[in-house]
């Protein structure tokens, strides 16, 4: 890569030989405004700030903000599955869901969080508060997870046991032919947290383990919170968080989604500012406060909102096409060259 031109920050591929601009790949990509302006207002909205004031403010037009939020909703997505996907040690995880409002109805959107960093896995949308939805949230958190001793803390659905049991497995290779037999996971334990309500007060919990033993489930516990019981209180006050900063999630309110995929944008630009730009008074304390990626050892700092949305995230990696017949003698070189060992 050489430079191209001072001025425009612009670059030559040495390669291609073609140019590229500094912000290419970020959510600042050619736009014509400030990248400190439209960093303001999104981090105004990512704080739960109401989109007409900030129309008003700034005098922008409704839909150019709109369309930084989405901008900002798919950087967002892009750095969480770059940096927050990848395996790791969960040691107790936490899943709920909640119910948003759009034009076409209701929706429910379902997440997980590991309790030990507050870390925001990420989560699934879909109209039904049904096995589906809760299949789809498993999925996600058995890429996140490795396979390492782990307790599942949910609330009190059925759906979630059957869920964890479908999807928490893998297959069993005996070297015979045939479809492989799926095997559970080992060490996967599931404490659903049952709640009674009168008058809307908690009148009592019930907490019991269906999966596994109540001695691992204690010795995870321990190691992930500390002392305490096994309850959801870290994915309730994560839900509080999302519903105070995304108005159509809001229980008793007026504000409506015109899309499904504006949820989605909004969910994982709140959630990623959550991550890397709010600092936790849970977590241990350091200088500049502690952000759940700094706990989980993702970053060693606490970003701006301007940095999350500047940061270029690498494209996925070339897969070769499939195409019928034997391959060409420069499709192989090409799977060659970018595909090393992988091809």
Not at 18 to 32: D, E, P, V
Not at 196 to 202: A, L, M, P, Y
């Amino acid at each position: 890569m050489g430079l191209h031109s001072c001025q425009d920050q612009r670059f030559l591929c040495t390669e291609c030989h073609k140019t590229c601009s500094a912000t290419q790949g970020t959510a600042f990509y050619r736009l014509r405004t400030a990248a400190e302006t439209v960093s303001l207002v999104v981090t105004l909205l990512a704080h739960g700030g109401p989109l007409h004031a900030l129309v008003v403010a700034f005098g922008s037009d409704e839909r150019t903000v709109a369309g930084w939020v989405a901008r900002a909703g798919d950087q967002g997505q892009a750095v969480q599955e770059h940096l927050v996907e990848p395996p790791r040690d969960l040691g107790q995880g936490q899943a709920d869901a909640s119910r948003g409002k759009t034009q076409g109805g209701i929706v429910w959107l379902a997440w997980a969080m590991m309790v030990q960093t507050r870390v925001w896995l990420g989560g699934a949308v879909s109209a039904q508060r049904a096995r589906p939805l809760l299949r789809r949230l498993l999925e996600r958190v058995r890429r996140w997870a490795a396979q390492r001793p782990l307790v599942v803390c949910t609330a009190g659905v059925v759906s979630y046991i059957r869920a964890m049991r479908e999807t928490l497995r893998e297959p069993r290779h005996t070297g015979t032919g045939g479809r492989p037999r799926l095997r559970p996971w080992r060490h996967v334990l599931s404490a659903p947290v049952v709640k009674r309500d009168e008058r809307r007060r908690v009148v009592e919990t019930a907490r019991r383990m269906v999966d596994g033993t109540p001695a691992r489930g204690a010795t995870l516990r321990r190691r992930s919170q500390g002392d305490g019981v096994l309850k959801t209180a870290s994915i309730e006050r994560l839900n509080a968080t999302f519903r105070e900063r995304l108005a159509s999630l809001t229980r008793r309110g007026r504000a409506l989604a015109r899309r499904t995929l504006t949820l989605q944008h909004g969910r994982y630009l709140i959630g990623t500012v959550y991550n890397f730009c709010t600092p936790q008074a849970s977590l241990p304390p350091t200088s500049g406060g502690t952000t759940p990626a700094m706990a989980a050892g993702i970053t060693d700092h606490g970003w701006t909102v301007q940095a999350l949305l500047s940061l270029h995230v690498p494209p996925p990696r070339w897969t070769p096409p499939t195409p019928r017949g034997r391959p060409s003698h420069a499709l192989k070189r090409l799977i060659e060259r970018w595909c090393g060992d992988h091809g």
